[in-house]
């Protein structure tokens, strides 16, 4: 290959956003209010603020015993660059037990959790205080009832994290639909369940559910809920679903 045939790209060191992350970092660690803090929460009191904290910071040297010879900002840092640890999040699924003692998640045992009942609270009281119709106020409760959909499935994929074939146990009294639902696994185990699963409109049984449970919980004398706004929650779900289940087949 010729030598004009190329060319050669080398990125620049972005010395100011280091300088930047160092001073951040370094105020973090080391300011007045963070030992306050640590000290407070050493002795278990409390204190008007919070800290931060940076594990497996890496340590990185420009420069050898002369850091001056590399740049002014360099010199600063006594050669030192830090670096953040990139890495996935670990998913962990404390404390989430099987739903086996109801008859269906889309009851009270759903509202136990914060991130599904913040959201559907925000979007009744958002709700009743609206008394017309605008792009922006339809925007707004897209918004929030996606929100709510998204977490509802991510509650499910934590529950579909858990041991496979729970909902076998004699005591799981939740709706065939939703153990074929939040049970998958079980599928691999028990040749009947799986038989049962596959013949079964089960997601069409979820979304049914889904869009009753929120009906009844946004419905109030200022906002009553009727078939229509059932419809439009139980098609969202189902869409949802549907993009779910096309990204895994396609992987």
């Not at 420069?63 to 006594?78: A, C, F, M, V």
């Not at 640890?85 to 109801?102: A, E, Y």
């Not at 069409?204 to 109030?220: A, H, V, Y």
Request: glycine fraction near 4%; charged fraction near 30%.
């Amino acid at each position: 290959m010729d030598d004009d045939s190329y060319h050669l790209l080398a990125p620049l060191f972005p010395s100011s956003l280091v300088q930047y992350q160092y001073e951040r970092i370094h105020h973090d660690r080391f300011s007045e209010e963070t030992q306050t803090a640590r000290e407070a929460r050493n002795k278990n009191a409390p204190c008007a603020h919070g800290y931060r904290e940076y594990p497996k910071l890496a340590i990185i040297k420009f420069g050898g015993t002369k850091p001056q010879n590399i740049s002014q900002l360099n010199s600063e840092r006594h050669g030192e660059a830090w670096l953040l640890p990139s890495l996935p999040p670990q998913w962990t699924s404390r404390g989430l037990k099987p739903p086996c003692h109801v008859e269906t998640i889309f009851g009270r045992w759903i509202l136990g959790f914060r991130a599904i009942r913040q959201p559907l609270f925000i979007l009744r009281d958002f709700l009743k205080k609206t008394g017309h119709n605008n792009l922006a106020i339809r925007n707004k409760r897209a918004e929030l009832t996606r929100q709510i959909i998204d977490e509802l499935l991510m509650l499910a994929i934590r529950i579909q994290q858990l041991p496979s074939g729970w909902s076998a146990a004699p005591e799981c009294r939740l709706s065939r639909a939703e153990q074929f639902w939040l049970d998958p696994g079980r599928a691999g185990e028990d040749e009947d369940f799986a038989a049962a699963r596959a013949a079964a409109d089960w997601r069409e049984d979820i979304t049914d559910s889904f869009s009753r449970w929120l009906n009844k919980q946004l419905d109030s004398d200022k906002t009553p809920m009727a078939d229509a706004e059932r419809e439009h929650w139980r098609k969202e779900l189902d869409d949802e679903l549907r993009l779910l289940r096309e990204e895994l087949h396609h992987d």
